[in-house]
């Protein structure tokens, strides 16, 4: 097939694109950034430009939408709206002009809201953060499409945290601070968390290609691990100790809201915050029943991951 992945560029569209590549299909990349390991195959414009998504989509098969606005310290807040929903509008748009009845779109359970008890995919929306608002409105827009025609079929996939080689969000910022010795554990540790690993996400959603009709997943690797499972894994793999001292969550929400408070005055963007704080302390886990009853088997476990991670991002940097 003749395939768009727009945000081919980014973390997950790079291994996407290498999957797509390796079946056989013919692979164009539409990214704001042009990729570096596929320069040659990139379109370098914006998901906001509809004239460019048109000329893009045209003699495609079909569309893969990874482009998001997805970082926790987002400024103005009205560009998670500019990218995640008026984004989807315009693929949407972009689909009709050029008669393509396939697109996959990749979510977030952040639509679910946090603390939830292992939702489905039927659990209703409560997102708790703008992100998780405007992929839910995209989900909706995308819908719409899926319904004005039977020939039109769509894949949502609603990854849980994902993580990998070269990727530099919150796992790889937890990876670093347990190696340099500045981790202290917020809260008691037991809450679990749904991660996924970039490999098999990429791979998942290769295959997603081939589906007719209407599907949405959820998509993590189990088994769920606790943040204590996560940090002893972390740090087995890096062959360093954990500090026994635990931070009670309130002390650390208390510090979250003083960073909060200095990067409001002062500009600048700190690791630390309380949206962050209550992430990690938070119970984030999902249910893959829809996922595994479709047959998918992964081809890395969680802490077949974490360590292709450590030894690509770490050990090779020392």
Same mark, same amino acid.
């Given at each position: ?13 790079? &291994? ?94 952040? !639509? ?36 004005? =025609? ?5 894949? !949502?996939? &609603? ?8 990727? &530099? ?5 937890? !990876? ?9 554990? !917020? ?101 893959? =029943? ?29």
């Amino acid at each position: 097939m003749k395939v768009l992945v727009i945000g081919g560029s980014g973390f997950i569209g790079t &291994r996407l694109v290498d999957e797509l590549l390796e079946q056989g299909h013919e692979v164009s990349i539409f990214d704001v950034n042009r990729s570096e390991k596929y320069p040659h195959l990139t379109q370098q414009s914006d998901v906001r430009s509809l004239k460019d998504l048109k000329a893009a989509t045209e003699g495609k098969d079909a569309i893969y939408n990874l482009a998001a606005e997805h970082r926790d310290d987002v400024t103005p807040l009205s560009l998670y709206h500019d990218v995640n929903v008026e984004g989807a509008k315009n693929t949407v748009e972009a689909a009709k002009a050029n008669g393509i009845k396939r697109i996959i779109f990749t979510s977030t359970v952040a !639509i679910y809201g946090l603390n939830k008890d292992c939702p489905d995919e039927n659990f209703p929306a409560e997102p708790f953060n703008e992100y998780g608002k405007t992929k839910w409105e995209a989900e909706k827009i995308f819908k719409a499409w899926k319904d004005s =025609d039977d020939g039109h079929s769509l894949s !949502i996939l &609603r990854p849980a945290v994902v993580f990998g080689e070269g990727n &530099r969000g919150n796992v790889y910022n937890l !990876i670093a601070q347990i190696n340099t010795g500045r981790f202290i554990m !917020i809260g008691n540790g037991q809450n679990k968390k749904s991660m996924g690993y970039v490999g098999n996400i990429a791979n998942f959603l290769s295959l997603l290609i081939h589906h007719s009709g209407y599907a949405v997943y959820n998509f993590c690797d189990k088994p769920d691990l606790t943040s204590t499972d996560i940090t002893n894994t972390i740090a087995a793999g890096l062959g360093k100790s954990l500090p026994r001292f635990k931070l009670p969550l309130f002390v650390g929400m208390v510090a979250g809201s003083m960073f909060d408070l200095v990067a409001k005055l002062s500009g600048k963007k700190f690791p630390i915050s309380v949206i962050r704080i209550k992430k990690f302390a938070a119970g984030t886990t999902i249910s893959t =029943d829809t996922l595994i009853n479709s047959g998918y088997q992964p081809k890395y476990s969680l802490q077949e991951g974490i360590n292709r991670m450590i030894e690509c991002d770490f050990k090779k940097e020392t």
